[in-house]
């Protein structure tokens, strides 16, 4: 069985391996890539060193982003080197899959279990792809290994402190590589401290007898300085990164136009470019001869377009910057870049209508920067609160340890690393999901319910498109809920119940998942937060497949007919998995992003084009629309060394290609039936 479960864990590794470097990049990695990790090369995302820690979008999946920094560093920019280090989290996930299973249920049940784990599709994608739902799922797996031994440790006497850290600091890497399982940690320490608490109180009638099970006191002042100032530089390097740090960062910009009438000036739009290359209007003031924002916010262009018929009339354009004024006629003047599109004429400032700009790389594209002594003094404003409250959460923790020791819940040694792993999660979490929060980019889920957002979600992506029933969602969601409640008599009914090795693992998933459900629940009505759906909750994939594997060694532990019952029911869910396997498994798409499927050979085809024609080394430009412009990007710069430039439609720049929805009416150089999109001329 060992050498079974060993070529399972080959076999799929060598699956994802080569979907890894196969599976053209995806829109949310490449995204990723460009705006995080990319530093070298220029772009509308203007990367730093420090950009790993901008969480002012919520594309950065921390951990994920460091490791896949680290991996470009030392083996390239391809699919595969960007993908390693969810390899890494996969193998990290058989690994401790098959320590678990083997450790808790008999070979035939941990060889099932083993392929359970891994038949699902939708789950396999993520491990091939450079995003942090990976690298979550092979840290949680981690975290139950220790919980479990960190309870098998508790109920036989020993000291269990090492596994108590364990557990929670995999629970948070987790959380780091993707704050959706935040609800998770959550319920890993409710476990916890559900597990001390029920230790200690076996031990109450005895107080003044030596404890049979210590955990090591943490006495030392560093274990509680520690989090304080890694949390505190953590969060100075977060709000570095942040562009609305404080509104008194830029300086406001006013626009003054003479030589016009009103009637003129009514046809005149001044347009502000923004850090990420977004334009927006300013809107005209009541005296009808200024143009400007009621708010403070980073500009990094300014354009003014009017009729062609109206320049001649143009005098005179004043720009006003804080307290400096740039005037000048741009017809004439040098700064001003022309460009006439039809009968509407743009000038465009140039880079010397600007304050002196920052000496930080990040926030250099801006004009209207009020200095670099306004940001450290924010910098440090942002790093002393964030201090504040760290120092209040550690004072509110040893609060609750003493109280919980007057109480007799349980021992102030045993309370501290629970208290501790509260202070790194607050720490490490805190900032980065209050800028989330803040920027509304946490987003993504549903409002509908618990049922149909997160659960029906979760099952109808593991079909990956697959129709094998009209109602196929709701049998398995029906199914999955049955399941939990017979599972759950079966572990109340079990006449093995006080045998940890059979009914403790399963209790305790099924514990992490209902805390985990309730808390999403109580989440949505008190925060207003959305239900976890699709990729958000792929955590429940694993966790209810450890969840049946696990009631099913309870079930078979009853007695030869129930053995049976869930050998027979076993073979049938993994027949149905196997089959939807082959019929799922692919190399060229992530479900997620299957529009993504044909970009990077488009890129191939265009640039076979260009080879023919002789202009494989001229300058290009490729419109694409929106959906498409990361991955069109990432291959324009991987492959053709920056010779084609991907802007995105409708453009007033001229392109010389397009890639976009395929349209019968238009004559294309290729069409590509899986995403429904085409490569053609565009002659504008």
């Not at 079930?555 to 019929?583: C, K």
Request: charged share 20%; net charge positive.
């Amino acid at each position: 069985m060992k050498l079974l479960s060993a070529g399972i864990c080959v076999f799929f590794l060598a699956f994802a391996a080569m979907r890894a470097a196969r599976v053209p990049l995806t829109y949310d990695e490449a995204a990723s890539y460009i705006r995080y990790i990319d530093t070298n090369v220029p772009s509308v995302f203007d990367t730093t060193a420090w950009s790993i820690f901008n969480f002012e979008v919520a594309t950065n999946h921390f951990v994920n982003t460091l490791l896949t920094k680290a991996c470009v560093a030392v083996a390239g920019n391809s699919e595969l080197a960007l993908r390693i280090a969810n390899l890494i989290a996969y193998t990290m996930f058989l690994v401790f899959s098959v320590v678990i299973l083997q450790r808790y249920v008999r070979p035939w049940v941990a060889v099932a279990g083993l392929l359970l784990l891994n038949l699902n599709p939708y789950v396999l994608d993520f491990f091939a792809l450079s995003r942090g739902y990976g690298l979550s799922l092979g840290f949680l797996m981690g975290a139950l290994f220790f919980l479990f031994r960190f309870l098998d440790r508790l109920k036989a006497g020993h000291d269990a402190s090492p596994d108590a850290s364990r557990t929670l600091a995999f629970a948070l890497a987790a959380v780091m590589s993707n704050f959706a399982l935040l609800n998770v940690w959550l319920s890993v320490f409710i476990v916890m401290a559900i597990a001390l608490a029920l230790q200690h109180a076996r031990r109450a009638p005895a107080p003044v007898q030596e404890p049979v099970v210590s955990l090591k006191p943490h006495r030392h002042w560093r274990s509680r300085v520690r989090p304080l100032a890694v949390g505190t530089v953590f969060a100075a390097l977060v709000f570095s990164q942040d562009s609305r740090l404080s509104a008194a960062l830029y300086e406001p910009i006013t626009v003054r136009i003479a030589g016009l009438d009103d009637v003129q000036r009514d046809r005149i739009t001044v347009v502000r470019i923004d850090l990420l290359g977004r334009e927006s209007r300013l809107p005209r003031q009541a005296d009808a001869r200024e143009w400007r924002r009621p708010d403070r916010v980073p500009y990094r262009g300014l354009r003014i377009e009017l009729p062609l018929a109206d320049v001649d009339r143009l005098e005179l354009v004043e720009v006003t910057i804080g307290g400096r004024i740039f005037s000048f006629d741009p017809r004439r003047d040098a700064r001003w870049r022309r460009s006439d599109t039809n009968s509407i004429v743009s000038f465009e400032a140039d880079a010397s209508i600007s304050l002196p700009r920052s000496r930080v790389r990040h926030f250099q594209p801006v004009i209207n920067w009020a200095g670099d002594a306004r940001y450290a003094a924010g910098i440090a404003t942002a790093a002393a609160c964030v201090l504040s409250i760290l120092a209040a959460f550690a004072v509110m923790l040893r609060a609750v340890g003493w109280m919980f020791a007057r109480l007799n819940v349980m021992r102030q040694d045993q309370w501290h690393p629970l208290a501790s792993a509260v202070l790194w999660a607050v720490a490490l979490a805190g900032s980065p999901l209050y800028l989330l929060k803040r920027n509304s980019e946490l987003y993504f889920g549903g409002t509908r319910g618990l049922i149909v957002d997160t659960f029906s979600s979760t099952i109808e992506n593991s079909f990956y498109g697959r129709a094998y029933h009209p109602v196929q969602t709701q049998i398995v969601l029906a199914a999955v809920l049955i399941s939990i409640v017979v599972g759950a008599v079966v572990l109340y009914r079990n006449p093995h119940r006080e045998m940890s090795s059979v009914t403790l693992p399963a209790t305790v998933v099924l514990t992490i998942l209902i805390v985990t459900c309730l808390s999403l629940v109580v989440q949505h009505a008190v925060l207003g937060t959305v239900y976890l759906s699709g990729r958000t909750a792929l955590f429940f994939i694993p966790l209810y497949a450890f969840l049946l594997v696990l009631l099913c060694e309870a079930t078979a532990a009853i007695g030869p007919r129930e053995q049976i019952l869930a050998a027979l029911l076993t073979t049938l869910v993994l027949l149905f998995a196997s089959y939807h396997f082959m019929e799922s498994a692919n190399t060229k798409y992530a479900w997620d992003w299957r529009d993504d499927a044909s970009t990077r050979i488009m890129m191939e085809d265009l640039q076979s084009v260009l080879d023919a024609e002789g202009r494989g080394g001229s300058h290009i430009v490729l419109g694409v629309d929106s959906s498409y412009i990361p991955v069109a990007a990432y291959y324009a710069r991987r492959d053709h060394a920056r010779k084609i430039e991907v802007v995105t439609l409708p453009s007033t720049r001229p392109s010389d290609f397009a890639y976009r929805a395929d349209d019968p009416s238009v004559a294309a150089i290729r069409r590509y039936p899986f995403t429904q999109t085409m490569l053609f001329r565009s002659g504008r």
